[in-house]
């Protein structure tokens, strides 16, 4: 039987039911209210206004530069579509790793100027205090380890992480720590499918994968990902469902077109 069935509002309670009742949970990411509104009205449980704004709507190449009046302006936005849906915020970069007041700050203003119902940050021992700060103000806080795109520098790319025993026990216990601390869910990005399979089944809030095999309570993808909006990002984990770029650069190919031949507007398209 589905959790979510007939919900006015998905809220971190419906999430951790979804775990425990089997029920899968799915998150997109969005940026802008006219595609959060088409995200929201299709059934996704969670978006996450992620800090990939900074690449898909910035053209950044990685997440870094994205301020926080950035994310909040993205927020609002999104806040504004979701009618349904959970709404999760990214912290940006340099706005909790090393202050956990600067931390609890940047989530405040999150929640108070977007209206948002959630914050997630990357990392786990070493952001325990921020993550503390911010749930102990009661904001919810969703986890993020594997993968953590805001220390790309500090990894030096973008491969599959926790692949040796070490890394692996050190985000088992990074996990069970975030748990502990009181995050809602957990987001696990680009590890092996055997360890979010283990993780899943160790901890007891809902873990949400992105390169993590099928094992997870849940999936995530960057919506102009999964739409097909970059013809030049192919990752494993991604499935296209759409081939956005080529229909969309075909449509303004052919408006063009009948711009410079007067074919538009023709007679029924003017006043």
Known sequence: MSVTKDLKRITTETIRKMKFSGEKISMLTAY???????????????????????NVMAGHETTLPITLDQMIYHAQCVVRAAKRALVVVDLPFGTYQSDPQK????????????????????????????????????IP?????GLTPQSIYQFGSYKVRAKDNSEAEQLIS?????????????????????????????????????????????QVLVVHDMLGLNNEFNPKFVRKYLQLEDQIKSAIENYVADVKSSDFPNENEQY
């Open 32 to 54: 802008d209210f006219t595609i959060a509104t088409l995200v929201d009205a299709a059934g996704t449980e969670i978006i996450l206004v992620g800090d990939s704004a900074a």
């Open 103 to 138: 931390a609890l700050e940047s989530a405040v203003r999150i929640m108070k100027e977007s209206g948002a119902h959630a914050v997630k940050l990357e990392g786990g021992k070493e952001i325990e205090e921020s993550i503390k700060r911010i749930i102990n103000a009661g």
């Open 141 to 145: 806080v969703m986890g993020h380890l």
């Open 174 to 218: 990074d996990a069970k720590l975030v748990e502990e601390l009181g995050c809602f869910a957990l987001v696990m990005e680009k590890i092996p499918a055997d360890l979010a399979k283990k993780v899943t089944e160790t901890i007891q809030i809902p873990t949400i994968g992105i390169g993590a095999g099928n094992s997870t309570d849940g």
